[in-house]
């Protein structure tokens, strides 16, 4: 039947028996139906047929190795004629290996153009692009190192901020750069963090459902349409001219296929290639071994092709790089069939063989010894030298550091020529624009950079000025060079705005005042010396207490969490009812919170200092700090003014401020606390800073209650919490001590709901009487205490014993209205100083008129005592008489000068002997109350002081029995009796007086004249302000090193006359 069927003399149209049709009376011509392009493309038996691994684009040596069905087996044609055209039917498997080369090389060009870390396309960021694997430049380096990343090579910085791990990368699957963007994000985040959100996007290995190869359609999914295959990218076309016959796929010599059939008279493909260098060129991309491995046109001898194939690689076609062998006995570089594998698949690439990774093994010894002694031409101009493959390297890293030495000699010499490039004239540098200048400089910035980096530790400022002032003296231009120096340093040539404001506050200008000189000065000397206002308030918004964030853990009760909060109405956190009416009364005040913080701030270089010369690291901060913060209360008198409107008010004012004693942190190391800050001048008003000022009378027990309960609210719930505050770039705990010592008697009394100073029970710390005080004068202990006095007033309220008053007064000891403010039970050495000197004061009328041996003196007596004692004193001593008793007096007074002076008026040698004995006495124990630390200060006096007040207690009531039979007074009662308990238990009464709050009453009426204003409420907003400036550790320091400003003023006004004078030390280190 097959005989018959065919009887064509055409050969092609011979079919095999398994294509006859069962029907024979069909006609010859249905046949042609089954006829396929493949068929008639079949070669003739006559024909020689071309190689199969030529027209699998596959090297010759691999091709016999690769089993393909021969097209004119039955098998194969029946399978065709059955199957159709499918890829597995019409291509074999080099050619599907092809294909997948193929897919793959589009998607890494797809990678090629996208960002690594955000996913974005890279030509729609503006910038230059930078590879993922790379080492960063010398100004990366030294722009991170400034911010204190020592990373060196972009993974690691990429690691870091991005948190992604590039270094198991391979270019198949992820992209090898990154954008502009993201080098900006890790740049401004100093190569530790990422101070904006980059999503780094997921990269996965090319598949059939690739979304870069094959991206989806939104639009058509939305519609409901059925979304139609993606084409794939097609190669750009060209005009065919009318007679090409470069359409055919030439395959080594030979012309065999044609692309679209031989009639085909279509648009021809522009970048057409030869299969076998298409797929070179692929694997040459997979691979990236161009420049690490070398070529076989490299061997310097004419060796046979067999043999130079036989040490190459079946993947790159290069010289074999730490060789493997499959198992199928074919030999690859190691790196190359790596990657192969992983973009292909495990199998060989010659023989598609399957072989994973763990198959492979080294070659034989022999033939390695063969490898490295290949001869190899050294490819350097003028060398010509041959080389062995195994020292082939180390030769070419010679050459390499020759041209390298070389290059940097031209280099030095080329600095020195003046490069005309063409074009235009060549303008002066001054006269471009300024990204011509960056253009024109940049070879000398980088010069500059690299020098800064390794001498000066990065400081490229400090260099450029130094290159710019000693060009200007080099021209003989010293006092422009001068002028500019002196500004740089901040020496009377265009001041710091910090370093003016310092001027004004401690100055006590008011605005009109400095901004009138101001204008002054830069009329006369026709430079801005001086700040305008503006930028003072720009700089003392940073020291004012609102500026800096914080937390509180956990968050205080009753308080906002907010931080920036500046001045604030004193009564806005106390509670109010309906029937309560509104104080009469101005107060504003910080709150405590947030001017704690502030001050913490401002102390921030003294703790960082006092770490340093602790020996203590950073890891010491997150132990956590303790601080100790000194309160202090005190009315300052009269402070009536003719200016000012608003509410009538008590013209009394009140002020609570507090100071930062010390702080500590308790070491890993060391069992107690290691004190790192202690305040050198705890008495001073410069280091007192003002947290409320309120116009009310201190005796005002109700409107004092009501302005202190938000700042005792506030302290209250700060003692349960602990501070988060950054400090030297670290979050610091800080844990609060709050001690109120700085009251005088009458304010201590206020507070804790104490009958007044003339009250049966003289003492603040005991439960004494005055009667049982003057009876025992010094063994007495300390026992009172807030929560005790809070006991006694609820018993003085409701009488549970039904009582009678005196009954009542006894058992509640003095206690006769409501604590509102916890006091630490202690000694203030100030007014303990003031009460003493007063006592001392009568003590001396008395002598003077020998009261002793009269029982009651009058009225006249007494005045003419006093006036010889005052007339006295203002002749021997120049102490003119005061109405009231103030601290400067007190000290002049009890002197043993004061005591000779005065004993001239006394009549009896012996009453002469006996003041001099008590003042003697007296004048041993007051340096251990007075003392900042008495046991370092006065030992001495410390370990005398029971002795010294037993014997002072002897003589008052002995000698002196007439004026202490039964009565004593307050402060002699304190220092007699308790001094030495308080010093045990606290260190110090020195340091916790009251002296530097009392110190501040002068600023206040400075300040308030300095800021004068209609409303009062304005005006005590203006004092406060300028009292917390006052107050700035920060300010300070500029005002130290301005002390002589009258001088640096004039010089700044006439500089040609003071031009001869040495510069002020007016150094602006800290900026």
């Given at each position: 039947m097959a005989e018959e069927s065919l009887e064509t003399d055409d050969p092609r149209s011979s079919m095999p028996a398994e294509l006859h049709h069962p029907h024979s009376k069909y006609a010859q011509w249905k046949f042609k139906l089954f006829r396929v392009r493949s068929m008639e493309k079949a070669p003739l038996p006559s024909e020689t047929q071309p190689e199969k691994g030529a027209l699998l684009g596959i090297s010759p040596t691999a091709a016999p190795n690769i089993e393909i069905d021969d097209g004119a087996s039955p098998g194969s044609v029946?399978?065709?004629?059955?199957?159709?055209?499918?890829k597995e039917n019409v291509e074999g498997p080099g050619r599907r290996v092809d294909m997948k080369l193929q897919e793959m090389e589009t998607h890494m060009n797809y990678l090629r153009c996208l960002c690594r870390l955000c996913g974005m396309t890279l030509r729609k960021v503006k910038g230059p692009v930078n590879d993922v694997h790379s080492d960063l430049d010398e100004a990366g380096k030294g722009s991170l190192r400034r911010m204190g990343c020592r990373f060196t090579s972009w993974p690691d910085v990429i690691l870091k901020?991005?948190?992604?791990?590039?270094?198991?990368?391979?270019?198949?699957?992820?992209p090898s750069s990154f954008c502009h963007r993201c080098w900006m994000v890790a740049m401004r985040g100093g190569g530790v963090c990422s101070f904006s959100r980059t999503r780094v996007p997921e990269w996965k290995p090319h598949s059939s459902h690739c979304h870069l190869c094959f991206p989806r359609k939104p639009s058509l999914q939305r519609t409901g349409r059925k979304r139609q295959k993606a084409i794939r990218r097609a190669q750009s076309l060209a005009k065919r001219i009318k007679k090409d016959h470069g359409n055919s796929i030439v395959i080594g010599e030979r012309r065999t296929l044609r692309p679209f059939g031989s009639s085909h008279q279509g648009p021809v493909l522009r970048g057409w290639r030869k299969p076998s260098l298409q797929r070179e060129q692929w694997v040459k991309n997979i691979t990236k071994c161009q420049k690490e491995h070398l070529s076989t046109k490299m061997i310097s001898e004419n060796l046979p092709a067999d043999f130079l194939y036989s040490f190459s690689c079946m993947v790159c076609d290069h010289l074999l790089s730490d060789p493997v062998q499959s198992p199928c006995g074919h030999l690859f570089c190691r790196a190359c069939i790596m990657k192969y594998h992983y973009v292909l698949g495990p199998h060989c690439p010659a023989c598609n063989l399957p072989c994973a990774p763990e198959d492979f093994i080294t070659p034989a010894k022999a033939f390695l010894s063969a490898l490295l002694s290949l001869p190899l031409l050294c490819s350097s101009s003028g060398c010509g030298k041959q080389v062995s493959l195994d020292s082939f390297r180390a030769h070419c890293l010679s050459h390499e550091l020759d041209e390298q030495d070389a290059n940097q000699q031209s280099s030095e010499l080329d600095n020195y020529l003046l490069t005309n490039k063409g074009g235009r004239p060549r303008q002066h540098l001054l006269m471009l624009t300024r990204r011509a200048q960056k253009h024109r400089l940049r070879e000398l910035k980088n010069q500059v950079k690299v020098f800064a980096d390794k001498e000066e530790g990065g400081d490229l400022k400090s260099v450029c000025q130094t290159l710019f002032l000693l060009a200007l003296r080099s021209g003989n231009e010293h006092r422009q060079a001068d002028e500019l120096e002196a500004t740089l340093q901040g020496r009377g040539?265009?001041?710091?705005?910090?370093?003016?404001?310092?001027?004004?506050?401690n100055t006590f200008l008011s605005c009109s005042q400095y901004h009138k000189m101001y204008r002054t000065v830069k009329a006369t000397s026709g430079r801005q010396i001086f700040q305008p206002l503006h930028s003072l308030r720009a700089a003392e918004k940073e020291l004012l207490p609102g500026f800096h964030q914080f937390e509180w853990q956990p968050a205080l009760k009753n308080?906002?969490?907010s931080c920036n909060v500046g001045i604030i109405n004193g009564l806005s956190g106390s509670a109010s009812s309906v029937d309560d009416s509104p104080a009469d009364t101005i107060t504003r005040r910080f709150r405590y919170d947030v001017a704690l913080v502030s001050a913490l701030k401002d102390l921030e270089e003294d703790i960082m200092d006092g770490l340093r010369e602790s020996g203590l690291e950073d890891s010491a901060c997150m132990s956590g700090f303790s601080v100790m913060?000194?309160?202090?209360?005190?009315?300052?008198?009269?402070?009536?003014?003719?200016?000012?409107?608003?509410?009538?008010?008590?013209?009394?004012?009140?002020?609570?401020?507090?100071?930062?004693?010390?702080?500590?942190?308790l070491a890993e190391d060391k069992e107690k606390g290691v004190t790192i800050f202690t305040e050198p001048k705890p008495n001073s008003e410069l280091s007192c800073k003002p947290?409320?000022?309120?116009?009310?009378?201190?005796?005002?027990?109700?409107?004092?209650?009501?302005v202190l309960s938000p700042v005792v609210a506030e302290r209250e719930a700060m003692k349960g919490s602990k501070l988060i505050l950054s400090m030297g770039g670290l979050p610091c705990s800080f844990s609060l001590h709050f001690r109120g010592t700085g009251y005088d008697e009458k304010m201590v009394r206020e507070m804790e709901g104490l009958e007044a100073s003339g009250s049966t029970y003289v003492c603040t710390l005991c439960d004494s009487s005055r009667a049982e005080a003057s009876q025992n004068m010094v063994l007495h202990s300390v026992t009172r205490s807030h929560g005790e006095s809070l006991d006694r007033y609820e018993i003085w309220r409701t009488n549970p014993f039904s009582e009678s008053v005196d009954e009542l007064r006894d058992r509640v000891k003095g206690v006769s209205a409501k604590p509102f403010m916890e006091t630490h039970p202690t000694l203030d050495a100030l007014h303990c100083d003031i009460g003493n000197a007063i006592e001392f004061y009568k003590i001396f009328q008395d002598e003077i008129g020998e009261v002793f041996q009269k029982v009651n003196p009058t009225r006249e007596e007494r005045r003419s005592w006093r006036a010889a004692l005052d007339k006295q004193l203002r002749k021997k001593m120049k102490l003119k008489p005061v109405m009231r008793m103030n601290g400067n007096y007190a000290r002049r007074l009890m002197t043993l000068e004061a005591v000779e002076v005065m004993c001239e008026l006394v009549p009896t040698e012996e009453r002469r002997e006996a003041l001099r004995e008590l003042m003697r006495l007296y004048i041993q124990m007051k340096p251990v109350w007075r003392a900042t630390c008495p046991a370092e200060e006065c030992p001495d006096q410390l370990c005398q002081y029971s002795f010294n007040s037993q014997r002072f207690a002897d003589l008052l009531s002995s000698t002196f029995k007439y004026r202490y039979n039964g009565k004593i007074t307050n402060y002699?009662?304190?220092?007699?009796?308790?001094?030495?308990?308080?010093?045990?238990?606290?260190?110090?009464?020195?340091a916790w007086a009251s002296e530097g709050n009392e110190s501040a009453n002068k600023l206040f009426r400075r300040f308030r004249k300095m800021n004068a204003r209609q409303s009062k409420a304005f005006e005590l907003e203006d004092v406060l302000k300028h009292h917390w400036l006052y107050t700035s550790k920060y300010l300070q320091k500029f005002m130290e090193a301005h002390k002589d400003s009258a001088k640096a003023f004039q010089a700044t006004i006439d500089p040609v006359e003071s031009q001869d004078n040495e510069y002020l030390s007016l150094e602006m280190n800290e900026f």
């Open positions: 029946m399978k065709l004629c059955l199957g159709g055209k499918s901020v991005f948190k992604v791990d590039v270094t198991e990368d391979t270019e198949s699957t992820h040539f265009g001041l710091h705005p910090a370093v003016c404001l310092a001027i004004r506050v308080v906002s969490t913060i000194k309160e202090s209360c005190d009315g300052m008198g009269d402070v009536s003014e003719k200016h000012g409107g608003g509410p009538a008010v008590a013209e009394k004012a009140v002020r609570f401020s507090f100071t930062v004693m010390s702080v500590s942190v947290l409320c000022l309120t116009f009310v009378d201190e005796s005002d027990h109700e409107t004092l209650t009501a002699l009662h304190k220092t007699l009796a308790h001094v030495p308990e308080i010093i045990e238990r606290d260190g110090s009464i020195g």
